[in-house]
């Protein structure tokens, strides 16, 4: 549903994104790991609009869709979460579903907005109550209300920014299993950007490895954990970890 | 809300009723300079309210009023037409100075300076055809011979008066209307995070130019309306930087997020002006600007919600009854 070509980002003389192509299937979980600034966000930034490309092309359902403004990419199904959850904290968290279920879903009617609202809600596991505020949320609250504003818009394919960052264990966990439901029950696809590789490992289709800005490698999850170059990356920073991820993705795929 | 809806009513069947009950033409001069000038600041606290602080309005004032003015004096044209064509010049040059700002994220204190500029420009460019213009010295529509209808011309307070709350009333009815919208939150979000609205699927251009579009429109009437009514304008008094922070003044004073906010405001700075003007007389003149400039600082400091916005929310604090307690 998704094929991204040759896909390059430059600010200056830096190469942010250098030529990366993938694709993503219809229903599939997509995991994209890679150390801080290896240009997961910067691919999340242009696949959502809020970066213009310098080159290659992003094909949406048969659409070309590189350079599109935001609001145009969400109505084509597209929707996304912020790495740190952006809520309007002038408005109720209903009014933060609400107004992503209006205008993600090309204002139609502020009934079935509302309605939208309610389910995402409710999919995230908030109260669906009208005059809560944002202020009474904590971290992994936040998390869940950004979660909803993307999932209110009626995406297909939802880019999952980060969402365990700054979360305990079972907030994590419960997180992941909260990603694998929405695929699931709703149908969604999922890109998935994240630091912990643990549990990502754990709940993704597919891995994807970028580091400085070009993809390394690319397959399930318990072949690129074991692949040497993913490895290096990792290696010193973040060895335990993907140790770990390994283990357990050749548990998952021995089960 | 009921109860609302019949006070409200009844206010207005009272503020109908008094021309006729109550004649003395000063007062009711007071009150239709009050009646236009709400109606001005309310145009302005349209967008304002969401941040987007224009000192570009005294532009489309002016517009507004030497527009209708030119066009009645030298094609003859009604203001019946004059008015509209006046206030669509408006929104044509806040569409041209809004659209590039709002494309290129202009935003804050840049965007302020963007519409000080306007505001400038309309005033010099008034200035600069003082042949057609008047220039500083004002302009003055030609009385007209035939119908007053017409012409938009009537002699009598009363009438004045209704036209006045009719424009008032309708401003009013517009800022329910947005508030009520949809793009009243669209807008709100987009004042507290551009990126993150247009994420939700707001189209973060278009929303705020609209609401630019809106205010312009309005504020360009307000300005029509006062010429009508004054049958003289003048630079310094319907355009330029001075009447864009006189708005930005009371729509702050009275309170900017309530509807009868920017009413409260154009009170407090007619009323202020007018007794600058009877007990210091032409010794006082421009301190008015002065007062409000002192006055504005000290609002933004220690009372941002405006006198209105602070009582409203005072009152709703006492009703509830406070679980701390």
């Known amino acids: ?255 | 809300m009921k109860g609302r809806l019949a006070a409200g009513i009844a206010g207005l069947a009272a503020l109908i009723a008094l021309p006729f009950v109550y004649r003395d033409p000063y007062h009711l001069h007071i009150l239709v300079l009050i009646l236009i000038w709400s109606f001005a600041y309310t145009s302005w606290s349209i967008m304002g309210r969401f941040g987007l602080v224009s000192l570009g309005h005294g532009g489309f004032m002016g517009i507004g009023a030497y527009v209708t003015a030119l066009l009645w004096n030298h094609l003859g044209l009604s203001p019946w037409i004059g008015i509209p064509l006046s206030m669509a010049a408006a929104g044509a040059l806040a569409l041209v100075v809004g659209y590039p700002c709002f494309r290129f994220r202009i935003t804050g204190h840049y965007f302020v300076l963007v519409t000080l500029a306007l505001s400038g420009i309309v005033l010099q460019v008034v200035t600069a055809t003082r042949d057609y213009t008047g220039g500083s010295l004002g302009y003055t529509p030609n009385r007209t011979r035939g119908s007053g209808l017409l012409a938009l011309q009537f002699d009598d307070k009363t009438t004045w008066y209704l036209i006045a709350l009719a424009v008032w009333v309708g401003g009013l009815l517009i800022w329910h209307w947005i508030d009520r919208s949809m793009s009243r939150y669209a807008l709100e979000a987009i004042s507290e995070d551009e990126d993150a609205a247009a994420a939700a699927g707001i189209n973060v251009t278009a929303e705020k130019l609209k609401i630019t579009l809106i205010s312009a429109l309005m504020t360009a009437l307000a300005g029509a309306i006062y010429c009508q009514y004054q049958m003289f304008i003048a630079p310094d008094v319907v355009s330029g930087i001075a009447v864009s922070l006189q708005m930005v003044f009371a729509a702050i004073v009275g309170g900017l997020y309530v509807s009868f906010g920017p009413t409260v405001g154009a009170i407090i700075t007619i009323l202020l002006a007018e007794t600058l003007r009877i007990g210091f007389g032409t010794q006082a003149v421009g301190w008015d600007n002065l007062v409000y400039g002192v006055l504005l600082v000290l609002f933004i400091i220690f009372l941002p919600k405006g006198i209105l916005g602070s009582l409203l929310e005072r009152v709703k604090l006492q009703r509830k009854p406070s679980p701390a307690a």
């Open chain 1, 1 to 255: 549903m998704l094929e991204v070509r040759g896909l390059v980002k430059r600010f200056g003389g830096f190469r942010a994104v250098n030529n990366v192509s993938f694709s993503v299937d219809q229903g599939e979980i997509l995991g994209l790991i890679g150390p801080n600034g290896s240009g997961k966000s910067t691919i999340f930034n242009m696949l959502s609009g809020t970066l213009t490309p310098t080159a290659g092309s992003i094909v949406f359902d048969g659409h070309e869709i590189a350079g599109l403004a935001p609001h145009r990419i969400i109505n084509r199904g597209i929707g996304r979460t912020f790495q740190i959850p952006r809520p309007f904290r002038r408005l109720s968290r209903f009014e933060n579903v609400a107004l992503a279920g209006f205008y993600g879903q090309g204002r139609h009617s502020r009934a079935k907005a509302e309605e939208a609202a309610e389910r995402a809600l409710a999919m995230v596991g908030l109260p669906t109550d009208r005059r809560a505020t944002v202020d009474g949320l904590g971290a992994a609250g936040l998390k869940k209300l950004e979660l909803a504003k993307a999932l209110a818009t009626g995406p297909k394919l939802l880019l999952a920014d980060e969402s365990l960052g700054g979360l305990d264990e079972t907030e994590m966990e419960q997180a992941a299993d909260m990603l694998r439901r929405i695929r699931d029950d709703l149908g969604i696809t999922i890109i998935w950007v994240e630091h912990i590789m643990g549990v990502l490992m754990r709940v993704v289709d597919r891995v994807m490895v970028l580091d400085h800005g070009e993809k390394i490698s690319e397959g399930l999850p318990s072949a690129v954990a074991a692949d040497p170059r993913v490895i290096e990356v990792y290696l010193g920073t973040d060895a335990e970890t993907t140790q770990a991820a390994a283990a357990e993705a050749r548990r998952r795929a021995g089960g």
